[in-house]
């Protein structure tokens, strides 16, 4: 893929579920030490179940980011909803397949992500990365997620390795 393929980032809707499920298999199979789903359980539903679970209730959202209109990363958001924690959200399922990293894909559709979620008035944008996860944490790093914490044995592969995970959280209350 040359890099000047044109991007776009924009909000998944029901009509994307197809890709979306083909995307979200993808990064489940490929890196199951990144993600707390596993690739048997997306794989027993079927495009029209996917689409039931696409977000219907703004300002929650899953940000695709297309490369030449086909679909090569996400970023899912949603917000906290119990009064207590509302100033709360949270980032899942970031990924970016592999033929399309390295371009800016991730970081735009983070800054997509965050601004919804400052919009909505998030005072902290939380999420969980794999402490050896050294791409996404630059990442993470580069857009300003603080570390505030590991959680040791995060996630056990059927396999039996063990993965820590580190929590960050992005400060948007300034
Ligand atoms: C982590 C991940 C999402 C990053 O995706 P990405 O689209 O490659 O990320 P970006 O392109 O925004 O940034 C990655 C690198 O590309 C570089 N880059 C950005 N734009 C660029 C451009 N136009 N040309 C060349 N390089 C560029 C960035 O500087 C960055 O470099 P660095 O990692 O050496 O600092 C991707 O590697 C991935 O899906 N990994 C597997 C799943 C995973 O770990 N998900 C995170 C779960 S918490």
Partial sequence: MGSRV??????LEPGDAEA??????????????????SAADAEALDAAAFARMMPRQPPDAIFG????????????FFLHRPPKVRHKGAIWGVYVRQAARGRGLALRLMQAAIARA?????????????????PARRLY??????PYGIERDALRLPDGRSFDEELRALDLSG
């Fill in 20 to 37: 979306f499920r083909a995307l979200r298999i993808e990064a489940l199979r490929c890196h199951p030490e990144a993600f707390g789903a």
């Fill in 118 to 134: 400052r919009e909505a008035g998030v005072q902290r944008l939380l999420l969980t990365v794999g402490h050896a996860n050294a």
């Fill in 6 to 11: 044109e991007q776009e980032i924009r909000v």
């Fill in 141 to 146: 790093d580069r857009l300003g997620f603080h």
């Fill in 65 to 76: 980011g297309l490369l030449g209109g086909e679909l090569a990363g996400m970023v899912g």
